[in-house]
């Protein structure tokens, strides 16, 4: 069975169809390849926190290229990303479900053209509550 694996995988080579795979710039990481699909959208902040989004909670996402904003909303939660390019490559990996992470850059020194995309902050909005304890009367 691994012989046919290998026969398809260099038949599309040979076509100059992408593998199977992943493609990871600076600020954010897309699957390659028919069919592939994530779960789940980790955010990766830049004093190291990680965030996982369910894709399945996404029911509304918005760009804004005069603000350069990209929010998405993942049941009450609101994620804001801001940027420069989010609005190309990065908004069609996430309609297409095809974005496996988005980080914030470390500083303002990584916004220039060598980077596809630049992500200045990620901001998490909860609902409106979230977090308060009930109060017993």
């Given at each position: ?30 699957l390659?390849?028919?069919g592939?699909?994530?779960s ?10 990680k ?35 989010l609005?190309?490559r ?48």
């Amino acid at each position: 069975m691994s012989n046919t694996i290998e026969n398809i995988l260099e038949e599309r080579k040979r076509r100059g169809e992408a593998p199977s795979g992943e493609e990871e710039g600076k600020f954010f990481s897309v699957l390659l390849g028919e069919g592939l699909q994530e779960s789940f959208l980790e955010l990766r902040f830049r004093n190291g926190l990680k965030s996982c989004f369910s894709y399945s909670d996404l029911t509304w996402f918005n760009f804004d290229p005069d603000s350069g904003t990209l929010d998405l909303e993942f049941g009450e939660f609101l994620v804001t990303l801001t940027g420069r390019r989010l609005g190309e490559r990065l908004f069609h990996a996430i309609k297409s479900k095809r974005a496996a992470w988005v980080k914030e850059a470390d500083s303002d020194f990584e916004d220039h053209e060598a980077n596809e995309i630049y992500i200045a902050g990620i901001a998490i909005t909860p609902p409106e509550g979230f977090g308060e304890e009930e109060t017993a009367e």
